[in-house]
């Protein structure tokens, strides 16, 4: 490669000439550590943790008390619908019987009113 050189009428001065960037280095700042404050907080943060698992513990045995208690309810409805049933059945098989024996109460009283209609006109007719 071939080097352009550029000749300039103008002096050379401290204004055209190209300032050199000083950069500046930062200092290394140690940081200000409280041991004893970061103790206290990881001391706090372990109580929280220790509360909470207290507190999801307690939640998982209501919750199953809850369960448990759920099922047995469940049994006992299912249970108390099975009576239920059983006494609906028996309820209608009485008043299937109640109907017949009304029936049957309504035939006699229709054949002895007729019996005593007879007897009275026979009496009267001798």
Do not use: R, W, Y
């Amino acid at each position: 490669m071939e080097e352009t050189i550029i000749e300039t009428s103008e002096p050379i001065t401290e204004a055209t000439t190209t300032p050199i960037v000083e950069e500046t280095i930062p200092e290394v700042v140690e940081p200000q550590v409280n041991v004893e404050q970061l103790q206290e907080e990881l001391t706090m943060n372990n109580e929280v943790i220790d509360e909470l698992i207290e507190l999801a513990d307690e939640l998982e045995n209501k919750t199953l008390a809850l369960e448990q208690s759920v099922q047995e309810k469940d049994a006992s409805l299912t249970g108390m619908t099975e009576q239920l049933s059983a006494l609906n059945s028996e309820i209608a098989t009485l008043n299937e019987a109640l109907t017949e024996l009304e029936k049957m109460k309504t035939d006699f009283s229709k054949i002895k009113e007729h019996e005593t209609i007879g007897s009275i006109a026979q009496a009267l007719l001798e």
